[in-house]
């Protein structure tokens, strides 16, 4: 049924696997939405991977989806940004979570979905003739997703009715992970920023040196700021440190002399890079992202000279 007979139905994927099997299942009971969103996201190296397979598995699905991104109106006199690496790295700080709040979903996750669909013409047209857009969320049954859900029941918006369609199909993580399986895809994990607070043990011990490099310097680079909070972990257990970067050095994941470094070295050039911003136009300012990727090639070779010096000296 075509978006000007129905309510128009955008599901939300969040890269994981419970909105990655409701996109599956959808598709096999002929329900395809009109539209899937994903938000951009500094996301673990694993989901990097497979958002552009199952982009590609929606393409050939007729499944039409688009990445939206936040973007920030208002640079004042810093270098634009987009991701929450960069809003993060811009304003000294953490993510909000870190301070057990939880606007960083609401601001990179929710608000450019919603801003890319009050521009949509059949959101648009619905709207005029009074009909809510449908939005599709990906809770499932399981312990976690029911006091998820528990939250948002009753939630009452003027332009979405919300639906959750694995609890209507009664499907469970495992179901998730069984319809995923079926449909010949790789294994979704859990989706999440690589500096996210609920990051297990396990799973920093398996980031790239490159996502390690940059756990350290953004807590060295809201250090100065940090009163109730040890880091992007919060507070200290039995089983942790309370900073990621203190838990990188016992590990021996990076090199205790790289860490040093970043953490002297990194902050400093970074505001000399927003004060160099600051006394520009903002249309001729370079974007964040530039100064990080001069960071992370800056860091490659100080890494392969301290491990393998004569490597960097025959690449020389």
């Known amino acids: 049924m075509s978006a000007g007979r129905r309510a128009p139905v955008v599901a939300a994927s969040g890269a994981g696997t419970n909105s990655t099997a409701m996109i599956i299942e959808l598709v096999r009971r002929g329900?395809?939405?009109?539209?899937?969103?994903?938000?951009?996201?500094?996301?673990?190296?694993?989901?990097?991977?497979?958002?552009?397979?199952?982009?590609?598995?929606?393409?050939?699905?007729?499944?039409?989806?688009?990445?939206?991104?936040?973007?920030?109106?208002?640079?004042?006199?810093?270098?634009?940004?987009?991701?929450?690496?960069?809003?993060?790295?811009?304003?000294?700080?953490?993510?909000?979570?870190?301070?057990?709040?939880?606007?960083?979903?609401?601001?990179?996750?929710?608000?450019p979905q919603d801003k890319w669909v009050k521009a949509w013409p059949p959101a648009q047209h619905a709207w005029a003739n009074g009909r809510k857009v449908v939005r599709l969320i990906g809770y499932d049954c399981s312990s976690r997703d029911n006091q998820r859900y528990a939250h948002r029941e009753g939630h009452v918006s003027d332009l979405y009715e919300y639906r959750y369609p694995l609890r209507e199909w009664g499907f469970t993580r495992e179901d998730c992970e069984?319809?995923?399986?079926?449909?010949?895809?790789?294994?979704?994990?859990?989706?999440?920023?690589?500096?996210?607070?609920?990051?297990?043990i396990s799973e920093v011990r398996a980031l790239p040196r490159e996502e390690l490099r940059l756990i350290v310097l953004l807590e060295a680079r809201a250090a100065p700021r940090l009163r109730t909070v040890e880091g992007l972990w919060r507070k200290s257990t039995k089983k942790r440190p309370g900073s990621m970067t203190a838990f990188i050095r016992a590990e021996g994941l990076l090199d205790p002399d790289e860490i040093d470094e970043i953490?002297?070295?990194?902050?400093?050039?970074?505001?000399?890079?927003?004060?160099?911003?600051a006394a520009v136009p903002i249309e001729q300012r370079d974007h964040i992202s530039t100064w990080i990727e001069r960071f992370n090639a800056g860091r490659a070779c100080v890494s392969l000279s301290i491990n393998n010096p004569d490597d960097l000296s025959r690449a020389a």
């Open 263 to 277: 953490i002297a070295t990194a902050p400093p050039d970074l505001l000399a890079f927003q004060r160099a911003a």
């Open 178 to 200: 069984r319809i995923i399986a079926d449909a010949g895809l790789p294994s979704f994990c859990k989706s999440s920023c690589f500096f996210y607070t609920a990051m297990q």
């Open 31 to 111: 329900e395809i939405p009109e539209m899937t969103l994903l938000a951009a996201m500094p996301e673990q190296p694993h989901t990097r991977r497979l958002i552009p397979v199952f982009r590609q598995w929606m393409d050939d699905h007729g499944v039409p989806n688009e990445i939206v991104e936040y973007q920030a109106r208002f640079f004042k006199h810093w270098p634009p940004y987009t991701s929450l690496l960069d809003a993060c790295l811009t304003n000294g700080t953490l993510p909000s979570i870190a301070f057990g709040r939880h606007s960083c979903s609401a601001r990179h996750k929710i608000s």
